[in-house]
């Protein structure tokens, strides 16, 4: 399914949060949003998602869901939103009992999604015994399990130490090689930016708007950390936003 984002203009009050972005995100690319603090990247988000509404805009989704879709969209937060007293089988049933599945059918897609994140020695693991990298695994692993025509990733690795984000990062692009995926994917960090979008939309600073979209030609699977022409697109990228980051960080700090 592709999403296509027609003059998405959004206010809080009477501050202005997002000015008429327009973006196409075709079925099967993940888009990555980046942006200094406080652009609207996550509000975006939210309007994709249909939590809320923009102002003024539409978003549109054309095209059909994949079959056994339970729900068009998805989303993966960074705070893996896990309930403590279920287990990781228990938290990923949660949301397929909402969608009225029984018994079979649910330990059918719990198989399933385990085995795509290599949980499956953890299904009866409580959300405590896990590490922060194992939790976020169960919370992709309970966004596939409805099948999502497209996922919705808030910062899903911003609370992860680095080598976790690295090894996340490898299981992101193995489950999108595996059946890729259409994913809107935002973030704070330039190098997974580099690594996991096929495009880059650069947001500027509030009131957020498109300031350029970056496509990157190399295949996912061929992308490597350090490697020296990403490196120098996270440096293009950095040089974009620089002064408008700085900007946006002094601005919070004097509040
Ligand atoms: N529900 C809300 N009501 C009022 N203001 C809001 C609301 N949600 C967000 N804002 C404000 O809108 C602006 C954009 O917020 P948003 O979280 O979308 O930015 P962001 O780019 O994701 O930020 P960050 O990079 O810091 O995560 C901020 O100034 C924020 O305080």
Same mark, same amino acid.
């Given at each position: 399914m592709d999403l296509s984002l027609n003059k998405i203009t959004h206010r809080y009050g009477d501050m202005l949060v997002l000015d008429e972005i327009s973006l196409n995100i075709p079925d099967g690319e993940i888009l990555c949003v980046i942006g200094p603090s406080g652009c609207g990247k996550s509000t975006l988000l939210r309007m994709i998602g249909g939590l809320e509404r923009p102002d003024q805009g539409q978003v549109t989704q054309v095209g059909e869901v994949p079959q056994g879709c339970l729900n068009p969209l998805t989303f993966v937060f960074q705070?893996?939103? *896990? *309930?403590?007293?279920?287990?990781v089988a228990g938290n990923i049933s949660l949301v397929l009992e909402d969608h009225g599945l029984k018994g079979g059918e649910i330990d059918r897609i719990i198989t399933d999604v385990l085995v795509r994140t290599k949980l499956s020695d953890f299904s009866d693991a409580l959300p405590r015994q896990l590490s922060g990298g194992m939790k976020q695994r169960v919370a992709i692993a309970r966004a596939l399990a409805v099948n999502p025509a497209v996922m919705l990733l808030d910062e899903p690795l911003s609370a992860l130490d680095a080598q976790t984000r690295e090894l996340l990062m490898d299981d992101l692009v193995g489950l999108w090689a595996r059946q890729p995926f259409t994913g809107v994917y935002v973030t704070h960090n330039l190098a997974e930016a580099v690594r996991l979008g096929h495009r880059i939309a650069v947001l500027s600073r509030r009131p957020g708007c498109i300031r350029e979209v970056i496509e990157i030609d190399r295949p996912l699977t061929e992308r490597r950390t350090g490697d020296p022409e990403l490196e120098a697109l996270q440096k293009r990228l950095w040089d974009l936003m620089r002064e408008e980051a700085l900007a946006a960080d002094q601005e919070l700090l004097n509040v």
């Open positions: 705070d893996f939103a *896990l *309930l403590p007293w279920r287990t």
